[in-house]
Nanobody
Framework: QLQLVESGGGLVQPGGSLRLSCAAS????????IGWFRQAPGKEREGVSC????????NYADSVKGRFTISRDNAKNTVYPQMSSLKPEDTAVYYC???????????????????WGQGTQVTVSS
């Protein structure tokens, strides 16, 4: 059973930056694509960024393109979304999730992601 733990959330001013982390335990992430999703109060969960198991392919939601970057360090079993130029509308609980190799992870279909973390709160406010 793959366990995912997010960290790095917090309060940041508009225009600021945060780097989240998604650390895995019990199993290696080598065979999983990792996606980041977020859910703001009263809104549906949306995919934000995702990265293939090798790190060679990534995808981003239009709302974060040019501001967010996702990377991974398989030796550390960790994935890092770097968020810059943050806006108040980025405020949400951010979740990482793992999709097995061969799944349709690229388009952020939640059903393709088998394992989910508990989430970390990101608040963008002055």
């Amino acid at each position: 059973q793959l366990q995912l733990v997010e960290s790095g959330g917090g309060l940041v001013q508009p225009g600021g930056s945060l780097r989240l982390s998604c650390a895995a335990s019990e199993l290696t992430l080598d065979y999983y694509a990792i996606g980041w999703f977020r859910q703001a109060p009263g809104k549906e969960r949306e995919g934000v960024s995702c990265i293939s198991n090798s790190g060679g392919a990534t995808n981003y939601a239009d709302s974060v393109k040019g501001r967010f970057t996702i990377s991974r360090d398989n030796a550390k079993n960790t994935v890092y979304p770097q968020m810059s130029s943050l806006k108040p509308e980025d405020t949400a609980v951010y979740y990482c999730a793992a999709a097995p190799w061969g799944s349709s992870w690229y388009d952020f279909w939640p059903a393709e992601y088998e394992y989910w973390g508990q989430g970390t709160q990101v608040t963008v406010s002055s």
